[in-house]
């Protein structure tokens, strides 16, 4: 954009500009001829007085205007000239036929054809020249190949490589040059095909022997080549191929065999027609038993064969690198073909592997660190056999938990056979003591002693002939393979078959019930016929039978009783606390006795093989640990015989884990299910007094606490789970009943009568089999809750109904009554009260319940004053009079005295 130029500033105003700024300002209106006329007259006008002004100017400045005329005028000539000598110069230089450009370019191509024709004779030279040397190369190599000398025909094949490399010029995409390297790959091959065959007959390893040829026959020829001539001509993939197929050969057919069974070995030297050397070693296979020390012999024999017939004849660059590459294969077989199968499963095999493991570890250093040149602070025979302890005490401690594993999968696949046991206890002690094993004492005594095997004091122990455990510490040597109970030491034997005394918990007649049920129209004061004499053929009396059997072969397991539950008020036995089934609390016992009772309870033969197993374990571990068989330093954290030791809380271990699931099954019956409860107390008891053996070994005995705390819980567990899954199965009979409303209609009321029958019918079934199974203590609690439990159900169903009319409340009296007969349960003898207060809590209260349905307004009144009410809650007691009474004054009086609350006697 232009600067403006200030208006008051003179201009200096051209023509044109004069004439265009008029021509702008006219309009059509005003342009007319006379207009256009005067701007012409102007024009004309300024071209003349610039012409007058000009040539007023020459004629003032005369001189200096000739001056440059002349001057311009000479300029021009001087052009002139000037054009006229270039156009002559343009001419001589550029003429077509004359011209000195066209002479120079005809000169120049003349002596371009000449160069071109010069180079082509040199280049043709040369590649002749370079043929002809290739050609005399090609049959030098043809005839060397032909002849059999294989390792000159290999170096002439390779110069002949670099010659047709380095080929000049065009030659190399020669159709002549393409035709020489095809011919040079063809004999290449020949001749990696013959050296090939040559090298595997040379130097070979067959199953039975292995040859080294000194000199070679080539096929086709009759010239011998040196072993070592041929492999050093071999390519580098093609020897290490064949040195790799040799190491395997040497690896499958003499290492490992050679330390796996018994043979013969054999070295000679021949010389075969063509006079060619021949060493063979020549192994045949004995139908002896492999010796060890002729293993590491023969090994020896043929490693020193290879050192001096083989790996002579091998490059230099692989008479290091290959005996090297034998060091791994052949470690790895001696550790497992000779050291880990050797490795013996008992103390007494243990001096003979050792001794052979200071064998092993000598031919390590002679053979594997000198002759192969192995590194000799790497040494993995060595390390190994300086941790041959753990490595003892691994493959020990697998072989027991595998032969433990089969014992349990045994035993879970087959019905076990069971042995009974027995829960002794002082009549005033009241609690169950458990076991301390710190406060423990065992007492050894042989298998004929009146002494109980497994004493620990006098007043609580717990044994079994079964479980023969009584250690004799003379018996910890390594001369003791099998015990008295004919068990090979440290392994697993099945308890003998006198010892197994199995109960059949089907056995209906040893309750003294039968398949009667009680009738719904039955008096609940009337107690069925079959319940009497319910303990008359008891599987927990001392003298039954079944007792008599297994106590004849083994003496009665003895340790603390359960507690008996006390009956002194209902307030009691809401508050009592169970632990493993056996209640803790204040007792009275259901017999009035002073001498020690006994409660028996079976147990699988199976928890003798464990106590039999951990016991042999921490002996063997303390047998380990008392021999000075492993003297020599160790890598090893662990002191000898602790794994072993520790083996024992693993066979614990193994057993929770591994039966439930084998023995899946057969655990969903309920007397199974309480049977795995008792295994695991007992075990837990047993394990108490294993923790006497791993005195002094803080990690072991801890350890096993450890486990008898996890098998104490398990047998709860699976004590309360049995209830558990009994309770839940007869609330859901129960909950068929609909809340026993609408009782008053007799399809109503039958339906409830048989869901009624059936829970007795069940509460009964269950008894059945858990009383062969369980302690009677803890049968009593078993019994006790599931019974608990469904008189728990109806009392709130009952209690929920709004209105009972008088027809229903005689009913659903009818339907409690049919329950009544459930107190035999609880009858030891008929000279006895029953127990049936101490174990279900809330029994009283369902039996006034019944009173209650067909009771008067006076007989509650007097009920509650005499404090027998006592179970129920006020409001529960006002919920059922008004849904029994109509609303009168005397229902208003009775319910004012009950909201009054439980008078305090």
Same mark, same amino acid.
């Given at each position: 954009?232009?600067?403006?130029?200030?208006?008051?500033?003179?201009?200096?105003?051209?023509?044109?500009?004069?004439?265009?700024?008029?021509?702008?300002?006219?309009?059509?209106?005003?342009?007319?001829?006379?207009?256009? &006329?005067?701007?012409?007259?102007?024009?004309?006008?300024? +071209?003349?007085?610039?012409?007058?002004? +000009?040539?007023?100017?020459?004629?003032?400045?005369?001189?200096?205007?000739?001056?440059?005329?002349?001057?311009?005028?000479?300029?021009?000539?001087?052009?002139?000239?000037?054009?006229?000598?270039?156009?002559?110069?343009?001419?001589?230089?550029?003429?077509?036929?004359?011209?000195?450009?066209? #002479?120079?370019?005809?000169?120049?191509?003349?002596?371009?054809?000449?160069?071109?024709?010069?180079?082509?004779?040199?280049?043709?030279?040369?590649?002749?020249?370079?043929?002809?040397?290739?050609?005399?190369?090609?049959?030098?190599?043809?005839?060397?190949?032909?002849?059999?000398?294989?390792?000159?025909? *290999?170096?002439?094949?390779?110069?002949?490589?670099?010659?047709?490399?380095?080929? $000049?010029?065009?030659?190399?995409?020669?159709?002549?040059?393409?035709?020489?390297?095809?011919?040079?790959?063809?004999?290449?091959?020949?001749?990696?095909?013959?050296?090939?065959?040559?090298?595997?007959?040379?130097?070979?390893?067959?199953?039975?022997?292995?040859?080294?040829?000194?000199?070679?026959?080539?096929?086709?020829?009759?010239?011998?080549?040196? &072993?070592?001539?041929?492999?050093?001509?071999?390519? %580098?993939?093609?020897?290490?191929?064949?040195?790799?197929?040799?190491?395997?050969?040497?690896?499958?057919?003499?290492? /490992? %065999?050679?330390?796996?069974?018994?043979?013969?070995?054999?070295?000679?030297?021949?010389?075969?027609?063509?006079?060619?050397?021949? %060493?063979?070693?020549?192994?045949?296979?004995?139908?002896?038993?492999?010796?060890?020390?002729?293993?590491?012999?023969?090994?020896?024999?043929?490693?020193?064969?290879?050192?001096?017939?083989?790996? $002579?004849?091998?490059?230099?660059?692989?008479?290091?690198?290959?005996?090297?590459?034998? +060091?791994?294969?052949?470690?790895?077989?001696?550790?497992?073909? &000779?050291?880990?199968?050797?490795?013996?499963?008992?103390?007494?095999?243990?001096?003979?592997?050792?001794?052979?493991?200071?064998?092993?570890?000598?031919?390590?250093?002679?053979?594997?660190?000198?002759?192969?040149?192995?590194?000799?602070?790497?040494?993995?025979? !060595?390390?190994?056999?300086?941790?041959?302890?753990?490595?003892?005490?691994?493959?020990?401690?697998?072989?027991?938990?595998?032969?433990?594993?089969?014992?349990?999968?045994?035993?879970?696949?087959?019905?076990?056979?069971?042995?009974?046991?027995?829960?002794? @206890?002082? =009549?005033?002690?009241?609690?169950?003591?458990?076991? /301390?094993?710190?406060?423990?004492?065992?007492?050894?005594?042989?298998?004929?002693?009146?002494?109980?095997?497994?004493?620990?004091?006098?007043?609580?122990?717990?044994?079994?002939?079964?479980?023969?455990?009584?250690?004799?510490?003379?018996?910890?040597?390594?001369?003791?393979?099998?015990?008295?109970?004919?068990?090979?030491?440290?392994?697993?034997?099945?308890?003998?078959?006198?010892? !197994?005394?199995?109960?059949?918990?089907?056995?209906?007649?040893?309750?003294?019930?039968?398949?009667?049920?009680?009738?719904?129209?039955?008096?609940?004061?009337?107690?069925?016929?079959?319940?009497?004499?319910?303990?008359? /053929?008891?599987?927990?009396?001392?003298?039954?039978?079944? %007792?008599?059997?297994?106590?004849?072969?083994? =003496?009665?397991?003895?340790?603390?009783?359960?507690?008996?539950?006390?009956?002194?008020?209902?307030?009691?036995?809401?508050?009592?606390?169970?632990?493993?089934?056996?209640?803790?609390?204040?007792?009275?016992?259901?017999?009035?006795?002073?001498?020690?009772?006994?409660?028996?309870?079976?147990?699988?033969? &199976?928890?003798?093989?464990?106590?039999?197993?951990?016991?042999?374990?921490?002996?063997?571990?303390?047998?380990?640990?008392?021999?000075?068989?492993?003297?020599?330093?160790?890598?090893?954290?662990?002191?000898?015989?602790?794994?072993?030791?520790?083996?024992?809380?693993?066979?614990?271990?193994?057993?929770?884990?591994?039966?439930? *699931?084998?023995?899946?099954?057969?655990?969903?019956?309920?007397?199974?299910?309480?049977?795995?409860?008792?295994?695991?107390?007992?075990?837990?008891?047993?394990?108490?007094?294993?923790?006497?053996?791993?005195?002094?070994?803080?990690?072991?005995?801890?350890?096993?606490?450890?486990?008898?705390?996890?098998?104490?819980?398990?047998?709860?567990?699976?004590?309360?789970?049995?209830?558990?899954?009994?309770?839940?199965?007869?609330?859901?009979?129960?909950?068929?009943?609909?809340?026993?409303?609408?009782?008053?209609?007799?399809?109503?009321?039958?339906?409830?009568?048989?869901?009624?029958?059936?829970?007795?019918?069940?509460?009964?079934?269950?008894?059945?089999?858990?009383?062969?199974?369980?302690?009677?203590?803890?049968?009593?609690?078993?019994?006790?809750?599931? #019974?608990?439990?469904?008189?728990?159900?109806?009392?709130?169903?009952?209690?929920?109904? $709004?209105?009972?009319?008088?027809?229903?409340?005689?009913?659903?009296?009818?339907?409690?009554?049919?329950?009544?007969?459930?107190?035999?349960?609880?009858?030891?003898?008929?000279?006895?009260?029953?127990?049936?207060?101490?174990? #279900?809590?809330?029994?009283?209260?369902?039996?006034?319940?019944?009173?209650?349905?067909?009771?008067?307004?006076?007989?509650?009144?007097?009920?509650?004053?005499?404090?027998?009410?006592?179970?129920?809650?006020?409001?529960?007691?006002?919920?059922?009079?008004? @849904?029994?009474?109509?609303?009168?004054?005397?229902?208003? !009086?009775?319910? /004012?005295?009950?909201?009054?609350?439980?008078?305090?006697?």
């Amino acid at each position: 954009m232009a600067f403006p130029l200030p208006s008051h500033l003179p201009r200096k105003v051209d023509v044109s500009s004069q004439i265009l700024s008029k021509l702008d300002s006219t309009t059509w209106k005003t342009l007319d001829s006379s207009v256009g &006329l005067s701007w012409r007259t102007e024009l004309d006008e300024c +071209i003349r007085q610039t012409k007058n002004r +000009i040539h007023e100017r020459i004629r003032s400045e005369s001189a200096a205007f000739d001056a440059q005329l002349s001057s311009a005028k000479s300029a021009q000539e001087r052009l002139s000239n000037m054009s006229h000598g270039v156009n002559t110069l343009t001419h001589t230089v550029f003429d077509p036929e004359s011209g000195i450009t066209s #002479v120079l370019l005809a000169a120049l191509r003349q002596h371009q054809v000449l160069a071109q024709a010069s180079l082509n004779a040199d280049v043709i030279h040369a590649s002749l020249l370079h043929l002809s040397k290739c050609k005399t190369q090609l049959e030098t190599v043809q005839k060397l190949a032909d002849t059999g000398d294989l390792p000159a025909a *290999v170096l002439r094949c390779a110069e002949f490589g670099s010659l047709l490399a380095a080929a $000049p010029g065009p030659l190399p995409e020669a159709t002549v040059t393409a035709d020489m390297k095809k011919r040079l790959v063809i004999i290449e091959n020949r001749l990696s095909e013959l050296l090939g065959q040559v090298s595997s007959e040379g130097l070979h390893a067959s199953e039975q022997e292995i040859v080294v040829h000194s000199s070679n026959n080539v096929p086709g020829s009759t010239n011998l080549l040196p &072993l070592s001539a041929v492999l050093s001509s071999l390519s %580098h993939v093609a020897l290490s191929a064949h040195l790799s197929n040799f190491r395997r050969d040497l690896t499958t057919y003499h290492f /490992d %065999h050679t330390l796996r069974s018994g043979c013969l070995i054999t070295s000679t030297t021949e010389v075969n027609p063509s006079g060619s050397v021949v %060493h063979k070693l020549q192994r045949s296979t004995l139908h002896t038993p492999p010796s060890h020390d002729v293993s590491l012999s023969n090994l020896s024999y043929l490693l020193d064969f290879l050192n001096e017939k083989a790996f $002579p004849h091998l490059p230099q660059a692989q008479r290091t690198a290959f005996p090297r590459s034998l +060091i791994k294969p052949l470690t790895t077989s001696i550790m497992a073909n &000779l050291l880990i199968p050797s490795l013996p499963s008992t103390l007494e095999g243990l001096p003979n592997f050792l001794e052979l493991a200071c064998k092993t570890v000598e031919f390590e250093s002679r053979y594997i660190s000198g002759l192969l040149r192995g590194d000799s602070t790497d040494r993995e025979i !060595k390390a190994w056999v300086d941790n041959v302890c753990v490595h003892y005490e691994r493959a020990r401690r697998i072989n027991i938990l595998d032969a433990f594993r089969n014992v349990v999968l045994e035993s879970a696949a087959l019905r076990g056979q069971t042995f009974m046991a027995y829960l002794a @206890a002082s =009549p005033g002690s009241g609690h169950e003591k458990r076991p /301390d094993p710190e406060q423990q004492s065992i007492t050894e005594v042989s298998p004929t002693s009146e002494t109980d095997a497994w004493n620990l004091d006098d007043d609580q122990s717990l044994a079994t002939s079964s479980s023969k455990s009584a250690v004799d510490d003379s018996s910890w040597g390594f001369d003791d393979d099998i015990d008295q109970s004919g068990q090979t030491d440290g392994g697993l034997a099945p308890p003998t078959p006198e010892a !197994k005394v199995e109960v059949d918990p089907g056995d209906a007649d040893a309750w003294g019930w039968n398949d009667e049920e009680t009738s719904p129209s039955e008096e609940p004061a009337t107690e069925p016929p079959e319940e009497v004499g319910t303990w008359d /053929d008891d599987p927990w009396a001392e003298g039954a039978d079944v %007792h008599e059997s297994a106590s004849s072969v083994n =003496p009665p397991t003895q340790f603390v009783p359960p507690t008996q539950v006390s009956a002194k008020s209902q307030k009691d036995s809401r508050q009592r606390q169970e632990t493993n089934g056996h209640v803790n609390g204040s007792s009275k016992t259901p017999r009035s006795s002073d001498h020690v009772t006994k409660e028996s309870f079976p147990v699988s033969t &199976l928890i003798t093989d464990i106590v039999r197993t951990v016991e042999n374990c921490l002996r063997e571990g303390k047998s380990l640990a008392s021999s000075s068989i492993f003297s020599a330093p160790s890598t090893s954290t662990s002191s000898p015989g602790t794994l072993i030791m520790h083996t024992g809380a693993l066979v614990i271990d193994l057993y929770c884990a591994l039966y439930p *699931v084998a023995a899946a099954p057969r655990l969903f019956q309920p007397s199974q299910y309480m049977q795995y409860s008792n295994d695991c107390y007992y075990l837990s008891e047993e394990l108490s007094r294993s923790l006497l053996h791993a005195e002094g070994l803080s990690d072991v005995k801890g350890k096993l606490k450890e486990c008898r705390e996890d098998l104490i819980v398990l047998a709860d567990s699976w004590f309360h789970q049995g209830i558990e899954k009994q309770a839940v199965a007869l609330n859901d009979i129960l909950e068929g009943a609909n809340g026993f409303i609408g009782t008053s209609d007799q399809d109503r009321y039958d339906e409830c009568e048989t869901i009624v029958t059936t829970v007795l019918r069940n509460i009964r079934s269950v008894a059945q089999a858990w009383k062969f199974v369980l302690p009677r203590n803890k049968y009593y609690i078993a019994i006790g809750n599931i #019974v608990n439990g469904a008189l728990s159900r109806i009392l709130d169903d009952v209690l929920a109904i $709004p209105d009972i009319p008088e027809v229903e409340s005689h009913k659903l009296s009818e339907l409690c009554r049919i329950l009544a007969s459930l107190e035999g349960l609880f009858v030891e003898s008929t000279d006895e009260s029953s127990l049936v207060v101490s174990f #279900v809590p809330s029994w009283l209260k369902f039996s006034y319940l019944s009173e209650l349905l067909e009771a008067s307004m006076v007989d509650f009144t007097y009920l509650f004053e005499e404090g027998a009410l006592v179970d129920f809650e006020i409001d529960e007691l006002v919920k059922l009079v008004r @849904a029994l009474f109509a609303d009168t004054p005397l229902r208003a !009086k009775t319910l /004012d005295k009950i909201m009054g609350g439980h008078l305090i006697r």
